[in-house]
């Protein structure tokens, strides 16, 4: 019996026996997802036979008809189909290895009630990656993993991701520096003709890019050309995709930056020059990061200025070649050091792709040395538990809450510091709309026993707070001006809002930026700061926006205001410099304090009608 697909035209009768013998095996595999030594024996001089880019085409074709047909799971046909993973791990091509991953992520599709569609076949295929020992294969292991947030599959694919890093002495993350593509950039722009027309595309942030057309007479147009579309409309969709790619990527290195913190990473120097330093792409983030060098015992902190590293004081300088590379971290760093680095980044109008020289620091309290295993910092928080769920998934925690039926906390492993961390949260009442935040505790994952607080890394212990911090700063209740829910809620919503709830290390950290944001603004004579506040004099009222929540209340008497804030506003008074992108919570912060400073020109009829009411100022 032939198995292979009837639409494709065997070259020989040789291949097509090659074919049939295979599958004779295929439907003979025998272990549950990994062969003996004998039967790949048997298939390897069955495989030879077939060209490699033959075998690569056929067994892609087969992998799309099994997407269609989920009986290739189960039963005889999962045996098969296990079979041609494992042959497929013999033809180390792109084609193969996409092939294999394409049955490993549909193998692992959760079913509501039951798991994994077929673990077995999702195993046998992550098990035939391992086998082929590269880094192509950890890199579909990798891309698996990033596309999924089923802990199941994740688990699946760490212990082959562990497995093969073992074997080939890589770590999952030199993988992803070295296969990083640049997608032909130079210098931070990518170009390609079309006719007489040329595209450029521009990096303008971490999370956009800017495209320009020049057209045959030089000048510069935003819009696609009529012609481009008309004549070159597969290359120009084509083009788009890459632009689409190239933003992910650069999303994708800026998350992989920020976490190298919690996975404690240490760059050797040439590795670090070579695949993100020089990078083409990579280096438009990595020159505008603080980076710390370690040598002999001597200790070296810099950053990029015009391809160039400076330190702190814009001086070029040379590091032995012998040296370690890391992200630098303020929680280690001197108030001095910290302050004139954050004073270079104005000067110099540097916009980090995330915080980093202005990164909120949190250190162990007093009160959490007396706790001395756990931390309440954090709790009798409201949050929404959808958007806990979504915001723990983004940050690495493991969290499933109600959707997975165990009513977990949101914990995470850092093994760089033999670390698990966990928010204890609980349900209340009879819905599963809100959580209630409870401890944070800092565990040995080896013993299951909880560190004392001084115990935990200080970098650590910075980080996961922050963790924390920001699913309370997205999640709460209080960070909802709409909010109009149970009563029993209503005093944590105020105290959140404009209470001591809202003075977190995120609300004093914003304070520092505002203040040396708002004197460069057009509004700057409107503005002071009162308490946790930034105070805004308009001509109808006064405004107090809460530095926590951004909440906003009137003057003289505290009265509520709900807005919707024109973003637009915050252009108002030309471009606004922010050090760093990110803070979402900040950047609403200025929208609304342009808005209400010039109060007298709003016109949404909602707003007009709460600044009208009550004693104006």
Not at 131 to 139: P, V
Not at 294 to 308: L, M
Not at 368 to 385: G, V
Not at 569 to 580: Q, S
């Amino acid at each position: 019996m032939n198995f292979a697909p009837e639409e494709i035209d065997l070259n020989s009768e040789e291949e097509k026996h090659a074919w049939n013998e295979l599958f004779r095996h295929f439907t003979h595999f025998s272990g549950s997802a990994k062969p003996t030594k004998t039967w790949i024996k048997t298939i390897t001089p069955l495989v030879e036979v077939i060209d490699a880019d033959r075998f690569a085409t056929i067994m892609e074709m087969i992998v799309l008809e099994i997407s269609e047909d989920k009986s290739w799971l189960y039963g005889v046909k999962s045996k098969m189909l296990k079979g041609l993973l494992w042959a497929g791990s013999l033809v180390p091509t792109a084609k193969v290895y996409a092939s294999i991953a394409k049955v490993i992520g549909r193998a692992y599709v959760k079913v509501r009630g039951k798991g994994a569609t077929a673990a077995s076949v999702g195993n046998a295929g992550i098990k035939a990656l391992v086998a082929m020992n590269s880094k192509e294969a950890m890199q579909q292991l990798i891309l698996l993993k990033n596309k999924t947030q089923y802990s199941v599959f994740v688990k699946a694919l760490n212990k082959g991701i562990n497995e093969l890093s073992a074997e080939i002495q890589v770590t999952e993350e030199d993988v992803l520096d070295q296969l990083m593509p640049d997608f032909g950039l130079e210098e931070g722009v990518l170009e390609q003709k079309f006719g007489e027309y040329t595209v450029q595309v521009y990096l303008e942030t971490a999370h956009k890019a800017i495209v320009e057309w020049v057209k045959p007479d030089g000048k510069v147009q935003k819009s696609d050309p009529a012609e481009v579309k008309r004549e070159y409309s597969l290359e120009l969709k084509a083009f788009k995709e890459t632009v689409k790619d190239i933003k992910k990527t650069l999303q994708s290195q800026r998350h992989r930056l920020e976490a190298s913190w919690r996975k404690g990473r240490i760059w050797e120097l040439d590795h670090w020059q070579k695949h993100l330093w020089e990078h083409n792409l990579a280096s438009y983030i990595v020159h505008k990061v603080i980076w710390q060098f370690e040598a002999d015992g001597q200790v070296w902190t810099g950053i990029g200025q015009e391809g160039h590293l400076v330190n702190v004081k814009n001086e070029s300088f040379n590091i032995p070649e012998n040296t370690e590379v890391s992200l630098w971290h303020p929680v280690n760093a001197s108030v001095e050091e910290v302050l004139a680095w954050r004073d270079y980044m104005f000067d110099h109008e540097i916009k980090q792709p995330f915080k980093q020289a202005f990164r909120e620091v949190y250190l162990v309290t007093e009160a959490e040395r007396i706790t001395n295993t756990y931390s309440n910092r954090f709790s009798a928080h409201i949050l929404q538990h959808n958007k806990l769920w979504a915001l723990a998934q983004q940050r690495e925690w493991q969290y499933q809450g109600a959707y997975g039926y165990g009513l977990d906390s949101p914990t995470i492993e850092l093994p760089a510091y033999n670390l698990e961390v966990s928010l204890d949260v609980t349900f209340g009442g009879d819905t599963f709309d809100y959580v209630t935040t409870q401890r944070t505790i800092f565990n040995n994952p080896a013993t299951d026993e909880p560190y004392e607080m001084d115990e935990v890394p200080l970098l650590a212990f910075s980080e996961m707070m922050r963790d924390i911090d920001l699913f309370i700063a997205v999640c709460s209740i209080g960070s909802d001006p709409n909010w109009d829910g149970r009563d029993d809620y209503e005093d944590y919503w105020y105290e959140y809002s404009y209470g001591d709830k809202s003075d977190t290390v995120s609300a004093r950290n914003r304070k520092e930026i505002l203040e040396r944001v708002i004197p460069r603004l057009k509004i700057a004579e409107q503005c002071s700061f009162e308490g946790n506040f930034l105070v805004v004099k308009g001509q109808r009222r006064t405004y107090k926006i809460n530095l926590g929540s951004s909440n906003i209340l009137m003057k003289p008497n505290d009265q509520y205001l709900c807005i919707v804030p024109d973003r637009k506003a915050e252009t108002k008074g030309g471009k606004i410099f922010l050090p760093f992108e990110g803070d979402s919570i900040l950047s609403l912060i200025i929208s609304k304090a342009f808005l209400l400073a010039d109060d007298t020109n709003i016109d949404d009829d909602l707003i007009l009608s709460q600044i009208g009411r009550g004693t104006p100022r």
